[in-house]
């Protein structure tokens, strides 16, 4: 396998890598030479398991550091990064930032017997599945660790367009982003800095499976999928390779469907 990011100093900063398409990225990149950093946020009883899967990725020989710390609250991202920047050294910069953040609420808007979504909920939604991008950006950039090539890369649905049940907030959200994105995009370009959406397709993680209805998300989609089968975090983190790669260079502003073609149908 080439290693193409080796002895580049070059980093993957990835929000929300302790599972799912987060961690399937940190591996795909791991491999290839990236050095991984993790921010997650895990109680104690899953650090067992989840450090089986960190080890892994200290298998490939990159550099490697997790914090398990709540990235949505200033002092602690500020801690963070000023270790980080320990960490990098002189050489060292963050060529990737990944933002994978699941963290938001799943109510129903009408209900007689649960609760219903409210403005609080979708505040909280909104801030850490699409405002975080765009904190974490700032404090990167204001911290000069970006590669003079960075590229950032969060992950979106089909949930931007279309109405789901119990969806409203993550919907929003995943609109947000989006727009967060194309105006890093913009704004940022003159400093080396593209930044993509990914439109992944249905995912068999355990975000999907806090989805009401997501069995039935997933035989629909599955029925409709020219190649009958759903996404996996593997074929996500590997757009997230393809777009960290210096030929990707020119990819700037984008939501690209990583789906085998699920949208079209």
């Known amino acids: 396998m080439t290693k ?3 002895d580049k100093n070059y980093w993957a900063l ?17 491999q ?6 993790i921010v997650h946020r895990n109680p104690r009883a899953q650090q067992e398991a989840i450090e089986m899967e960190f080890d892994s990725i200290r298998k490939t020989g990159v550099q490697f550091k997790a914090f398990n710390a709540d990235a949505f609250k200033v002092e602690k991202r500020n801690e963070m990064l000023s270790e980080l ?4 050294g002189e050489n060292g910069r963050i060529r990737t930032l990944v933002h994978s953040v699941a ?29 975080s991008l765009y904190d974490w950006t700032q404090a990167i950039f204001n911290s000069n660790l970006f590669a003079e090539d960075a590229r950032i ?10 109405a789901w049940k119990n969806y409203a907030a993550v919907s929003a959200a995943k609109v947000t982003l989006e727009a967060i994105t194309r105006n890093i995009a913009l704004e940022f370009a003159p400093f080396g800095i593209r930044a993509n959406c990914i439109q992944a397709g249905v995912t068999d993680t355990a975000s999907l499976r806090m989805i009401p209805g997501s069995e039935q998300l997933k035989a629909h989609s599955w029925q409709r999928n020219p190649f009958k089968r759903l996404t996996t975090p593997e074929d996500v983190a ?9 030929e990707a260079t020119w990819i700037n502003g984008c939501v690209i469907p990583v789906d085998g073609g699920e949208h079209i149908s």
């Open 85 to 88: 920047k320990v960490i990098l």
């Open 153 to 162: 890369i969060s992950f979106t649905s089909e949930g931007n367009t279309k």
């Open 238 to 246: 590997n757009a997230v390779y393809l777009l960290s790669k210096d």
């Open 14 to 30: 990835i929000l929300g890598g302790s599972s799912g398409l987060g961690l399937s990225t940190a591996k795909k990149l791991a």
């Open 4 to 6: 193409e990011f080796e």
């Open 32 to 37: 290839h030479g990236m050095n991984i950093c």
């Open 103 to 131: 963290k938001g609420n799943l109510k129903p808007m009408l209900s007689e017997n649960l609760p219903i979504l409210n403005t609080d909920d979708f505040n909280l939604t909104i801030n850490a599945m699409a405002i």
